[in-house]
């Protein structure tokens, strides 16, 4: 075969797998705009305009400022109910995602967002010794 007619055939091919991305990352907004078509709106509608990290509140005039954030980070898990979604102001958002990102590049297991973390610590362990006492005291 000819250089010349290799190079047609090469770049021949080359526009075919342009053409194909091109068309395969058209596919994939079209799908990203249907599975967030509305839920920053139901999110709005569920949830209070207040950051969840922060409690900074927002109006009508700065509410583009808060954002909807996956609390399992996976965009395509959007129950409506709201469940996995908390309104985060910008700030907020992002170092929710730095901090994640951080997280997965220390190789940590990432923990499932069906199961609740455990907590050991109980305020509220020796509450009735303490009032106990407390009453002896007064006596």
């Given at each position: 075969?000819?250089?010349?007619?290799?190079?047609?055939?090469?770049?021949?091919?080359?526009?075919?797998?342009?053409?194909?991305?091109?068309?395969?990352?058209?596919?994939?907004?079209?799908?990203?705009?249907?599975?967030?078509?509305?839920?920053?709106?139901?999110?709005?509608?569920?949830?209070?305009?207040?950051?969840?990290?922060c409690g900074?509140?927002f109006?009508?005039?700065?509410?583009?400022?808060?954002?909807?954030?996956?609390?399992?980070?996976?965009?395509?898990?959007?129950?409506?109910?709201?469940?996995?979604?908390?309104?985060?102001?910008?700030?907020?958002?992002?170092?929710?995602?730095?901090?994640?990102?951080e997280?997965?590049?220390?190789?940590?297991?990432?923990?499932?967002?069906?199961?609740?973390?455990?907590?050991?610590?109980?305020?509220?362990?020796?509450?009735?010794?303490?009032?106990?006492?407390?009453?002896?005291?007064?006596?």
């Amino acid at each position: 075969m000819t250089q010349n007619k290799m190079s047609r055939k090469v770049s021949g091919s080359g526009q075919n797998r342009a053409g194909k991305l091109e068309e395969i990352v058209s596919m994939a907004r079209q799908g990203r705009d249907v599975r967030q078509d509305g839920y920053r709106d139901r999110s709005l509608k569920i949830h209070p305009w207040v950051c969840a990290r922060c409690g900074r509140g927002f109006t009508r005039e700065n509410l583009q400022e808060l954002t909807v954030h996956h609390k399992d980070h996976n965009h395509d898990n959007n129950p409506p109910d709201g469940s996995n979604w908390e309104n985060l102001c910008v700030y907020c958002h992002d170092n929710e995602h730095a901090r994640y990102v951080e997280h997965l590049q220390r190789g940590s297991v990432v923990e499932d967002a069906d199961e609740p973390e455990v907590s050991t610590h109980n305020p509220f362990a020796d509450l009735k010794k303490m009032m106990e006492k407390r009453a002896q005291s007064k006596k």
